[in-house]
């Protein structure tokens, strides 16, 4: 941990390298609240000791942290908390700011490193300070993000970034000169569903026939589903999903980077094994070694897809694995938001509508910083009318109006 940069009449700010050097108890005291999974000391923990998240690969943990010191005693409390990496490129992050970064050099500005608040290599909404119980959120955020802005300026940073983050935390941002750049996700969410069926007949006929017979092609191919969650997963499962991954990974070149590790995903089998759901596809009889497999993870009510592989092409085995499996084992455990992962080519005809998201933007060079102001309304009015557009198009049925709708 490095020398405090900051101190008021309680409260001390501190950067930290490792998250290894902060107490597990006190981040999850901050972490476990939330619905997101992803801010967890354990999740984190692990893509920095695996050799995922580090300097090497373009990722350099710079966590703030803030201590208050308690009334009558020489014990520190950690009461916020903000996961941030310093970044020499925008990879693994899926906002895609290139452009930003040409018209930068354009201008001969450096826009590399910057400072990124994110999970790494995880698309999904609920990025936030984690602020303590009973501490005031939005001063104790403004704080933060004046202490964030003094390290930016010693680091000569370009500037600070926020992915995915969570809409209620993003107003408090907004109030320290953050832009909003609007993007979105493929969401589904639990319409009161009692069953698959249920699902279904939220689809015109059309695409009911359509998700009836990929089904149906899943189960003629002789393989067999099943579903693994917290115990019931082996260290060989996930050994397995690995090879899966970097497969997968390896399909898409330069834009399926394979950024975990062996080690990553082989480490979730200790402490983070409860929040793993595996979606496993084996041939008839098998119970070792799956065909394919798709891996996700569940918190609460919420249930996120990240990866999926398989041995060779099955047909529609992917939507198996990857939609209908998941969603059918969200309706039966009560989940009520399925996040599937990055990309829309094949979620929005199967249920997934285009679901806003924002992330939050600082540049410190005056000029870039003007035409960001000057530009992001428009940037953002376009993208809400493709996300209407999607959305207008999606293949759900009709349902005719009352008399008392019109």
């Not at 000169?177 to 609007?182: A, R």
């Not at 979606?279 to 249930?303: N, W």
């Amino acid at each position: 941990m490095t020398d405090s940069v900051k101190s008021s009449s309680t409260l001390t700010f501190s950067w930290v390298k490792h998250i290894g050097d902060l107490p597990q108890s006190d981040w999850d005291a901050l972490a476990l609240p939330l619905k997101t999974p992803f801010l967890e000391w354990e999740w984190l923990h692990q893509l920095e000791v695996s050799g995922s998240a580090i300097p090497q690969a373009g990722w350099l943990p710079q966590h703030l942290v803030a201590w208050r010191q308690e009334r009558g005693s020489n014990q520190k409390r950690l009461v916020a908390a903000a996961p941030l990496y310093v970044k020499g490129h925008s990879q693994g992050e899926f906002v895609f700011d290139h452009q930003w970064a040409e018209l930068a050099h354009r201008l001969g500005l450096r826009y590399y490193p910057k400072l990124l608040g994110m999970t790494p290599f995880t698309p999904v909404e609920g990025y936030r300070f984690l602020i303590a119980e009973g501490e005031d959120e939005a001063a104790l955020t403004l704080q933060m993000l004046q202490v964030i802005d003094q390290f930016c300026d010693r680091q000569g940073l370009s500037g600070c970034h926020f992915l995915y983050v969570d809409p209620q935390w993003r107003p408090l941002a907004e109030a320290g000169g953050y832009f909003p750049w609007l993007h979105h996700s493929y969401i589904w969410t639990n319409q009161n569903y009692r069953t698959f069926d249920d699902y279904l007949q939220g689809f015109n006929a059309n695409q009911r026939r359509n998700i009836k017979r990929e089904r149906k092609a899943v189960a003629k191919s002789g393989l067999e589903m099943r579903v693994h969650q917290g115990t019931e997963i082996s260290h060989h499962l996930l050994s397995q999903m690995y090879h899966f991954y970097g497969d997968t990974c390896d399909k898409f070149g330069w834009w399926g980077s394979k950024y975990l590790t062996r080690g990553f995903f082989e480490s979730l089998y200790g402490a983070y094994r409860d929040r793993l759901v595996l979606v496993a596809a084996y041939p008839q009889g098998e119970t070792h070694r799956p065909y394919g497999m798709s891996f996700c993870i569940t918190k609460g009510d919420r249930l996120y897809g990240r990866y999926w592989g398989s041995l060779q092409e099955i047909d529609c085995l992917h939507f198996e694995a990857c939609y209908y499996q998941p969603i059918e084992w969200a309706i039966d455990q009560g989940i009520q938001v399925f996040d599937p992962g990055a990309g829309g080519r094949h979620k929005k005809r199967r249920g997934f509508p285009a679901t806003p998201n924002h992330s939050l933007h600082r540049l410190y060079d005056p000029r870039l910083s003007q035409i960001l102001d000057h530009h992001i309304d428009d940037i953002n009015s376009q993208e809400q009318i493709i996300i209407a557009a999607i959305n207008a198009d999606l293949p759900f049925r009709q349902i005719p109006q009352t008399a008392a709708d019109k």
